[in-house]
């Protein structure tokens, strides 16, 4: 059965069972009537063909053409005609502006003929309108003696709408009071979002998921599956090419005219302002990739890209090597290093080197939020999804979309977010929390961690697939114990930085306090460093150098005071006068006892007796009677 609907108004054609044939025109002597300029008396003619359809242009003035899969072939004037298939796209009149049929369904069931067949299951077609001006539209309006001072207010608070959001809240407000003949609205797409019922008894959309295709601006009106009634779709642009549709369901099987001009006027502002809406964001992503990009070049053509990652021993070199490899690769990268080690930086230096230097960086620390909140910074959330939801939010993943995506500390994500989290990486799908559907996402993930995740998968913390996903490259950034030469290379790149932040002058460190930065232990790494020297900047703020006074920890460090005690001299000289201090504090602090000395210093007994033979040292005799 061939059903079509005339714009914009007129009953629904069917096609007979027993026919063959069914000619489209603008006069009578077509079988269906299409009320357009542009449309020859005789047009185009449909029949059956062996199983299916077929489409023929019947030498008409202004040709027709067949669009498949975005493909437009025009039918040759009184040729053979082409074949009819489920989501072709019919089109007949003006290059331009043609009227569309959009083919539903296609397909032909047993012949009519046959004693006790079924029928054919027939040919659907829908009209489309095509999407007159704002103009034209305004004087239909008049002349059916509508006002256009709603319009103008409707245009107004759209233009002050500043999300897509926003607009729909305009658009729930606005269409019930100036569509007296439509029941219900609702809001599909963009893709990744859930339908929102905007006005009317959600049970008379029920029926309505999803409208026919369309392009943005067309105008669709079709039949409810119950028959009573008319729906009308209207496609809006939405971002990322995605479409969001505005379905009217009005009472009257055909609606007035000047009901669906009202209609498309308002659609049209619609379109306009998501269409101003999409431009706007997109041109602050390609502001901000442009920004990324010019940096990341400048950084580069002086010499400064990767200077964060400073030293030049042998674990670091060996650092920089591994990350320029897989920098230029998609690869997903597991940065390791204890806390304060400068994880971060690496990420943010493998994201510079990398092809997708010009899209954003963006960072995530999963140890530092609650579940709840952590999924809706990952994967963004809908509006009402929670409490204190009042707008849809973009997760990190679609923000970052071009660009890169670092999780911190990622042993910290609890076994539920891990399960999702390795979905969207196996898949590249997001679906925002309260939402139904999902979004395509195209995000490099570097992951850290400061955790032996290892460890965790075999105590059951951490999930072993999650672990061999993201366990692709990884890259080890050593603690500051295993580059202890770096240090005063570190000192001066963190004075240089700290005192720029800070506005003051660079003050040189003398060689006692150098001696004093490079000996001391820093469990907290790079950061605890970092700590030291700001401290030691701002407590000789105004002088020409930092001495040996100026560091915090210079009265009460045992390794301090054996710095300045062993003055000036050969490298190997001082530091054999510093062990010995050290030892010698260590023994009289635990009263000779040697066990408890050894201890204190972190080594063995068996260590702490070697050095006492070699320094020539004798301990005092234990006060306790303890171990000699």
Wanted: glycine content about 10%.
């Amino acid at each position: 059965m061939l059903r079509l609907r005339r714009l914009p108004e007129g009953p629904v054609f069917d096609f007979p069972e027993e026919a063959e044939s069914v000619s489209l025109g603008r006069g009578a002597p077509a079988d269906l009537v299409l009320d357009d300029p542009h449309v020859s008396a005789l047009h185009a003619r449909i029949q059956r063909r062996g199983e299916g359809y077929a489409v023929e242009d019947l030498r008409s003035t202004n040709g027709s053409a067949l669009e498949r899969a975005g493909l437009r072939t025009p039918l040759a004037p009184g040729g053979p005609g082409l074949e009819l298939r489920t989501g072709d796209r019919l089109l007949l009149g003006s290059d331009a502006t043609p009227l569309v049929l959009e083919v539903l369904a296609a397909s032909a069931g047993a012949s009519a003929a046959g004693a006790g067949a079924a029928p054919p299951a027939g040919l659907t077609l829908v009209a489309t309108a095509r999407l007159a001006g704002a103009l034209e539209l305004s004087g239909r309006l008049q002349a059916a003696g509508r006002g256009l001072a709603p319009f103008l207010e409707l245009a107004e608070a759209l233009g002050r709408a500043d999300e897509a959001a926003a607009v729909r809240r305009v658009a729930a407000g606005w269409l019930p009071g100036n569509l007296p003949g439509a029941d219900a609205g609702l809001w599909l797409g963009p893709a990744d979002a859930a339908r929102e019922v905007l006005w009317g008894p959600a049970a008379a959309l029920d029926a309505w998921t999803a409208p026919p295709p369309g392009a943005a601006g067309e105008l669709l009106v079709l039949r409810p599956a119950d028959a009573r009634g008319a729906m009308v779709a209207v496609p809006l642009p939405a971002p990322q090419g995605a479409v969001a549709s505005l379905l009217v369901r009005f009472r009257a099987e055909a609606p007035p005219a000047e009901e669906l001009d009202g209609l498309q006027l308002a659609a049209a502002f619609l379109a306009r302002r998501l269409a101003e809406l999409a431009a706007l964001a997109a041109l602050e992503r390609a502001r901000a990739q442009l920004l990324a990009q010019n940096r990341y070049l400048r950084e580069r053509a002086e010499g400064r890209a990767g200077q964060e990652l400073v030293g030049r021993s042998a674990a670091m070199e060996r650092l920089r090597k591994e990350l320029r490899g897989v920098a230029v690769t998609d690869a997903t990268v597991l940065v390791l290093g204890p806390s304060g080690s400068g994880k971060e930086l690496v990420a943010r230096e493998l994201h510079r080197q990398s092809l997708r230097h010009a899209g954003l960086f963006a960072a995530l620390n999963c140890g530092a939020l609650v579940d709840s909140l952590l999924e809706s910074e990952l994967f963004g959330h809908r509006k009402g999804a929670f409490t204190g939801a009042h707008r849809d939010r973009e997760g990190l993943f679609e923000v970052a979309h071009g660009g890169s995506l670092f999780l911190d500390e990622i042993g910290e994500m609890s076994p539920a977010l891990q399960v999702k989290l390795l979905r969207v990486l196996e898949t590249r799908e997001v679906q925002p929390v309260g939402g139904t559907r999902t979004k395509r996402v195209d995000v490099r993930v570097i992951c850290a961690t400061h955790r032996d995740l290892a460890a965790e998968v075999r105590a059951g913390r951490f999930r072993e697939d999650l672990f061999y996903r993201i366990h692709v490259f990884p890259l080890k950034v050593p603690s500051l114990a295993e580059r202890r030469e770096d240090i005063p290379l570190l000192v001066e790149h963190l004075l240089a930085r700290l005192a720029a932040q800070d506005s003051l002058p660079v003050p040189e460190v003398s060689p006692e306090a150098m001696r004093a930065l490079s000996a001391r232990d820093y469990p907290g790494n790079v950061r605890e460093l970092s700590n030291e020297v700001h401290r030691a900047l701002i407590a000789a703020a105004g002088e020409a150098r930092i001495e040996l006074g100026h560091l915090a920890f210079a009265q009460e460090d045992p390794l301090a005071r054996a710095c300045r005690a062993a003055g000036q001299g050969e490298l190997k000289a001082q530091l054999a006068r510093v062990e010995r201090i050290l030892v010698e504090e260590a023994l009289t602090r635990c009263g000779g006892n040697r066990t408890h000395a050894a201890r204190q210093l972190g080594i063995t007994r068996q260590a702490l007796l070697l050095k006492l033979e070699r320094l020539g040292l004798k301990p005092p005799a234990p006060s306790d009677g303890g171990d000699a």
